[in-house]
């Protein structure tokens, strides 16, 4: 669960207004954090397990600043290259879903923690980048999360987010892997289907 939250905070630190995505993506992570925070904070329904007003507002203020073709191709690895362009479509929709859930489901464990921001070293004309902070949490240790954005079209997306050093879409690959070569694409599609109804029933 750590991690989840983790992940999810470092999500929220993305949040923010079409102005503040022309900033360097560091300094729009450290502008926009405290008040998300402070939202989530505030917010008595989500923080007491209202899991659906957590997901109306992660499909609200997260999907735009994530790339989830590019992360679920990174998740899907190699035979990514083996779907059909239906197939691709139906997977990336299905692994944002799990993660949307996923994460909406962790919001509502939010317990005070907070950003810190650690030096980030690329150039002004650098197109892709990644930023480094830490989640602090009370009574543990500080929890490294850094996370890969690329610009596109002016805007930066999220591909990729890494907690404690372990990639979240390479720490899919395995169980994907695993299941295209026992069940084909359609069968992974099938899979991530399944668990998200799992999901959507468990937050009833």
């Keep these: 669960m750590k991690y989840l939250l983790a992940w999810l905070f470092g999500v929220f630190s993305l949040l923010g207004s079409a102005v503040a995505l022309e900033r360097s993506p560091d300094a729009l992570v450290q502008q926009v954090t405290d008040d998300v925070l402070t939202i989530v904070r505030q917010d008595k329904d989500i923080q007491s397990g209202d899991t659906s007003k957590a997901l109306r507002l992660v499909e609200t203020k997260v999907l735009p600043y994530f790339d989830f073709q590019r992360m679920t191709a990174l998740a899907v690895g190699r ?56 989640v602090k949490q009370p009574g543990g240790k500080p929890i490294p999360l850094n996370y890969a954005l690329e610009k596109q079209g002016g805007e930066w997306k999220v591909y990729d987010v890494i907690v404690s050093g372990v990639s979240l879409v390479t720490n899919y690959r395995g169980s994907f892997s695993r299941e295209v070569h026992s069940s084909g694409i359609d069968g992974l599609i099938q899979m991530l289907g399944d668990r998200n109804k799992q999901l959507a029933s468990s937050s009833k």
């Design 79 to 134: 035979n990514w290259s083996k779907a059909t362009p239906e197939q691709k479509q139906r997977l990336s929709e299905e692994f944002k879903n799990l993660l949307v859930r996923t994460y909406s489901n962790a919001l509502t464990s939010y317990k005070d923690q907070t950003i810190s921001y650690r030096p980030s070293n690329f150039e002004a004309a650098d197109t892709e980048v990644v930023v480094k902070t830490e």
